[in-house]
């Protein structure tokens, strides 16, 4: 509209034609500004219109009248484009404002998703360190594990080969060695004849000599007795069929339990009457020594024999018998397991107590898979050292020569 009124021809330069058009327009703007823009229009003549309409001649007086038409067209013109400039203006300030806050709502929400997904990023790097770092401890530690039980298994790989070489030569040794017969690397203290040193076995029986065989090889002088005993050509023997069934038996599950047949049998007519003494208290506790294997025999040097005490009169003496009460010079003594009185005894007594304790070290090596001999030659073992038991308790025994 502002360019229209720019070009617009003034005064009389007019038509009226182009009056009629220029006044049209003109309604159709400011009745579409509003009423308040419609009340300029009454402020204009229409009656030099009509004049012109009407045929008559033009004077000064239209000349004027269009003049100050001109110039209040112009002017409204003027005061339309600006109203209607600051009533766009303020329309874009208005979608300005609501761009900003629009923008910046979005950009606060931008702000915010990004800071979700730095912190997501974040935490996601986190657990991934922490899983890389958990797993390069996991796969260290079963390392570690893995060296220590490779290491274990090789030194218990050792130990076992170490133990097969003992069990193997311990063995060979208890094939060649009985009660009987015993062999020299097996019990060193029988290497040197006539010698008189203490042999302890740990846990086990000691005495200074094995009283394992009654009868000499040779004819031979016995202390109670100058009668000589005349060497046997060849001793016969016959197998009891009673006494090698109870053996299979027993031989099946080797035990020391003395329920068994065979045990209770040997119990009661063989380690019951053999270690039967005067002093009842005192010879239990000796068989309980012999059972539970913690009795120990040691020699007793002569030249270094105490003075008898009233309080060592219990556990005899030099002199006298701890077990029997007969006087006879002890050139031994006992002690059970770990107290620590020790027990006098006389040469019988202690050729009773290696009897007995020689039978309960075979069927051991029986029990312990250690003796490799078939049924009937362990069971005339069994038989032998029983008749061991039984000559002991008669009283027959050997000495120590020289």
Request: glycine share 6%; hydrophobic share 35%; net charge positive.
């Amino acid at each position: 509209q502002a360019n229209s009124a720019a070009h617009r021809p003034r005064g009389s330069d007019l038509r009226l034609p182009e009056i009629k058009q220029l006044r049209a327009a003109d309604a159709c703007v400011l009745a579409a500004e509003g009423p308040r823009r419609c009340s300029i229009l009454r402020l204009v003549d229409l009656e030099p219109e009509s004049r012109v309409e009407g045929g008559g001649p033009a004077g000064p007086t239209s000349a004027r009248e269009h003049g100050g038409l001109s110039r209040l067209r112009s002017s409204s013109l003027e005061i339309k484009e600006k109203e209607i400039r600051e009533k766009g203006s303020e329309i874009l300030r208005e979608q300005l404002d609501a761009a900003e806050r629009e923008l910046k709502l979005k950009d606060k929400e931008c702000e915010r998703l990004s800071q979700v997904r730095n912190q997501l990023e974040q935490e996601l790097e986190e657990l991934t360190a922490s899983l890389f770092e958990e797993a390069h401890k996991m796969v260290h530690e079963a390392n570690v594990k893995q060296a220590a039980a490779q290491k274990q298994l090789k030194e218990a790989q050792g130990k076992i080969d170490v133990l097969q070489a003992e069990v193997t030569a311990l063995k060979t040794l208890v094939l060649t060695s009985t009660p009987s017969s015993p062999n020299r690397q097996l019990h060193p203290q029988l290497q040197a004849s006539g010698a008189r040193g203490a042999y302890k076995h740990a846990g086990g029986h000691v005495r200074n000599k094995s009283m394992s065989s009654v009868f000499p090889s040779s004819p031979g002088k016995l202390e109670a007795s100058s009668l000589s005993i005349q060497p046997v050509a060849k001793e016969d023997r016959e197998m009891d069929s009673v006494l090698y069934a109870e053996f299979l038996m027993w031989r099946e599950r080797p035990s020391l339990d003395r329920s068994s047949a065979l045990l209770s049998r040997i119990y009661r007519e063989d380690i019951g009457p053999c270690l039967s003494f005067t002093r009842s208290e005192l010879s239990q506790l000796v068989q309980s020594a012999v059972e539970n294997n913690s009795l120990t025999i040691e020699p007793v040097a002569m030249s270094a024999l105490p003075m008898v005490k009233a309080s060592a009169v219990e556990c005899g003496g030099p002199k006298k018998c701890a077990l029997s009460g007969v006087s006879r010079l002890c050139r031994h003594r006992i002690k059970l397991g770990d107290k620590g009185s020790y027990y006098y005894i006389s040469p019988a007594s202690r050729a009773r107590i290696t009897a007995v304790c020689n039978f309960f070290t075979y069927i051991r090596y029986i029990q312990q898979g250690l003796v490799r001999h078939n049924a009937e030659q362990m069971f005339w073992e069994v038989m032998r050292l029983r008749r061991e038991m039984t000559v002991a308790k008669l009283g027959f025994y050997l000495t120590d020569q020289g």
